[in-house]
């Protein structure tokens, strides 16, 4: 059936991964009537190897995408949410689904995190993996590594490295996932917003109350959580920071990380339970910028 004569024309960055996710949320969108067409994009984070950090960080992901939003090329644009911005837009929307996998997982034939020898080399660029990691296994040396999963895997195979760093929902998509040589990193605090597939649209979309059907209200309470926590912090991919929001029974919790750009040994961690979500966003904001502000920490 299609709703009201209307074809959405879906954008998306053209990596496996991405497709997958423009794939599944045109799935949900076309049960609600519409009828889809996919329009890969290519992003000018696709078109660099260099570290998020160096490039100004992840919008760069988004920012063509949103481009043709504007532009009325597309009708909805689909996103890894952790790669869209934190702050509040004048021009756009969002709808999230439901996450499925928050944890960041170790892929490595050499073993486990802890097997790795002194001095073994680990692909990531994320600040915040890197001083995850750190706490851990300090010994370890970090590579920059970019580029999709497919192509971190491959430099995995190939011994560019000995182990890496991504997130497991991607593995999970893709029919990657593998226990024998992967391994979840539960102590590692994700991103905010990772695992999670958003729907972004024009504020002023004739059908946004139509898709905000679709969105998982749970979700959405718990990455605005998260998403609250970076921007009040005023960070970037120039920052290590994470942020996972949950529910556990009755109670709202989130867990979050802050670290020192200079010394990535130096960190903040700090987990706040209550059955208010707002007492535990302020709660969480309060305590990290009463430890950040003292003088040894940065």
Wanted: with cysteine; net charge negative; charged share 30%.
């Amino acid at each position: 059936m299609l709703l009201l004569g209307k074809q959405l024309r879906i954008g998306t960055r053209s990596s496996k991964l991405a497709l997958w996710q423009a794939n599944f949320a045109k799935e949900k969108l076309e049960q609600l009537g519409f009828e889809c067409e996919i329009v890969p994009i290519k992003t000018e984070g696709d078109k660099t190897d260099k570290p998020l950090y160096d490039m100004g960080g992840k919008g760069l992901f988004v920012k063509e995408i949103e481009k043709a939003l504007l532009d009325k090329k597309i009708d909805v644009a689909v996103h890894s949410l952790k790669d869209m911005s934190v702050y509040d837009s004048n021009d756009f929307d969002f709808i999230v689904f439901e996450r499925d996998f928050y944890q960041d997982t170790f892929v490595s034939f050499k073993g486990n995190l802890l097997e790795l020898e002194s001095g073994a080399k680990i692909g990531t660029t994320s600040l915040r993996r890197r001083a995850e990691v750190m706490r851990i296994k300090p010994d370890v040396e970090f590579v920059d590594l970019r580029g999709n999963l497919d192509t971190r895997l491959r430099k995995l195979k190939e011994g560019v490295v000995d182990g890496i760093v991504v997130s497991k929902s991607g593995l999970v998509r893709l029919g990657l996932y593998d226990e024998s040589y992967m391994y979840d990193l539960e102590f590692m605090i994700p991103a905010a917003g990772q695992g999670v597939v958003a729907v972004e649209f024009l504020k002023d979309f004739e059908f946004k109350e139509k898709i905000k059907e679709i969105e998982d209200k749970k979700t959405r309470v718990c990455v605005d959580a998260e998403r609250a926590f970076v921007r009040q912090m005023n960070a970037s991919c120039n920052y290590p920071i994470g942020a996972h929001a949950y529910f556990d029974g009755s109670e709202f919790c989130m867990s979050v990380m802050y670290g020192c750009p200079k010394d990535l040994t130096k960190t903040i961690r700090y987990t706040s339970c209550d059955s208010s979500v707002m007492f535990v966003i302020a709660d969480v904001i309060d305590y990290v910028e009463r430890k950040k502000g003292e003088k040894d920490f940065c």
